[in-house]
């Protein structure tokens, strides 16, 4: 199947010997076309992972039970955080923030798991209603929840919504021009910037985190709203007629016809040709897991243990301010591929690595004398990651054929979430074994 660029300019040009006289319009409806995908994506990037992102940045809080009674938020059962051991000289809750992590990345893991096996058998619009459904119902969960175990529930929640979410959307870029995935990515990052500020700003002013959460409800709507409403229908028009093709341009994606013309699983890929392309992808997928474990290491076995006393900041702010100021830079480096494209990132696993490395000898043997460093580091941390993630994608959609594309991308998709997996397994370990030091 061509792309769908390429679908336009051959309706275009084929029109344009039969109706020579009109080709402004034809011209505008293209580019309008393009900016509401272009749009479209971006918001869909942008809601998918709000929830995700929100979890993370909320996880300090959901460990010390916030709860939030009007707009004064209070802890139970006791001040927060709960030292683990009295005489540590670290500042712990009981249990690590990277059990929040978990439970916001295993359902993911699983779904991107599975997802090359059969998921290409639902259509998308039934896969978008129940991630927007999920993304809701880990809000409501988690904010009217009265213990850990119920907000970790909400957690999961929000896991699948980002999960299946990230799986349908980069596999639906294979039918769009491949500047789709600029977007897509552009939008992801502003998810985890508006995602972790909007929780920061909010708690700040003195909202609760339960009505902080409530209030971002509508994220769902617009995730509903951008796929239904707002992006173009992919599949070329059947006729040459202007009235057929305009229909089809501005039709939106409620029905099976993307997946009655898929590139890929259209023509049913053997396992052996699965196989043959996961193995080709390898070089980009395992940097892509070393970048993340590196990343969420730090971001939920280590935020929690750089806490530094000499500040006016509490514990639970310097967390969500470490959350931020990482997912600015993911923001700002997953914007970036019109600027900056970058075709080796196993040097960008490397760079993050050794971030890793600084960053636990730093809790170890608390040398950094100032936050303000802290911070610096932080966002040059969360620059390698979004740097690492749309120039992956990008480079395999321009190295896979048509006909591969959206297996690739969806196979792909396990790699962040696989390092992010490993790490959360292996900070709990960690956290537990610092907080036990005198």
């Known amino acids: 199947m061509a792309g769908y660029a390429g679908s336009w300019r051959r309706l275009s040009d084929s029109e344009g010997e039969e109706t020579a006289p009109e080709p402004q319009p034809r011209l505008l409806d ?4 393009h900016w509401k995908n272009a749009v479209g994506f971006w918001l869909l990037g942008l809601c998918n992972n709000f929830s995700y992102v929100v979890m993370l940045s909320a996880a300090h809080d959901i460990l010390s039970h916030q709860r939030a009674p009007g707009n004064q938020s ?8 709960v030292p683990r051991n009295g005489s540590s000289r670290f500042d712990c809750n009981s249990v690590s923030t990277a059990a929040v992590l978990l439970a916001d990345i295993l359902p993911t893991f699983l779904i991107k798991l599975l997802a090359p096996l059969g998921l290409h058998l639902l259509p998308y619009s039934p896969r978008v209603l129940v991630s927007g459904a999920c993304a809701a119902g880990s809000f409501v969960l988690v904010a009217f929840s009265h213990s850990v175990t119920t907000s970790l529930c909400g ?30 990515s552009s939008g992801t990052g502003g998810a985890g910037l ?32 951008s796929y239904f409403l707002l992006l173009t229908s992919p599949a ?6 202007e009235e057929e093709a305009e229909t089809a341009a501005r039709q939106p994606l409620i029905n099976n016809e993307v997946s009655e013309s898929k590139p890929g699983y259209g023509t049913s890929l053997s396992l052996h040709e699965r196989w043959t392309v996961f193995k080709s992808l390898l070089h980009y997928i395992v940097p892509l897991v070393l970048i993340y474990f590196a990343e969420y290491f730090i971001n939920q076995g280590l935020f929690e243990l750089l806490y530094f006393r000499n500040t006016s900041l509490s514990h639970a702010q310097q967390y969500r ?17 019109h600027c900056c494209r970058i075709r080796f990132t196993w040097a960008l696993a490397l760079l993050q690595c050794l971030n890793l490395g600084f960053l636990l000898a730093d809790v170890w043997f608390s040398f950094l004398p100032s936050i303000y460093l802290i911070f610096l580091i932080i966002l040059y941390e969360g620059l390698l990651g979004g ?38 397994v292996l900070a709990l370990p960690l956290h537990d074994f610092l907080c036990q030091l005198p």
């Open 155 to 184: 957690v999961v929640l929000a896991s699948i919504s980002s999960g299946l979410g990230e799986v349908t959307f980069l596999s639906l870029t294979a039918f769009y021009p491949r500047a789709v995935i600029s977007w897509w």
């Open 194 to 225: 508006l995602g972790a500020l909007s929780y920061l700003g909010l708690t700040q002013a003195g909202l609760s985190p339960q009505h902080t959460l409530l209030s971002m409800l509508g994220i769902p709507a617009l995730l509903l709203a």
């Open 74 to 81: 209070q802890v139970e059962p006791g001040p927060t955080p």
């Open 387 to 424: 740097a690492a993630y749309v120039n992956t994608f990008h480079n395999i959609a321009l190295e896979t054929s048509d006909k591969h594309r959206e297996f690739a991308m969806e196979a792909s998709c396990i790699s962040d979430t696989l390092g992010i997996s490993l790490s959360g």
């Open 321 to 337: 301010w470490y959350q931020m100021l990482y997912q600015a830079g993911v923001f700002a480096s997953r914007s970036s591929l």
């Open 30 to 33: 293209r580019r309008g076309a």
């Open 236 to 241: 070329p028009p059947q006729s040459g007629r």
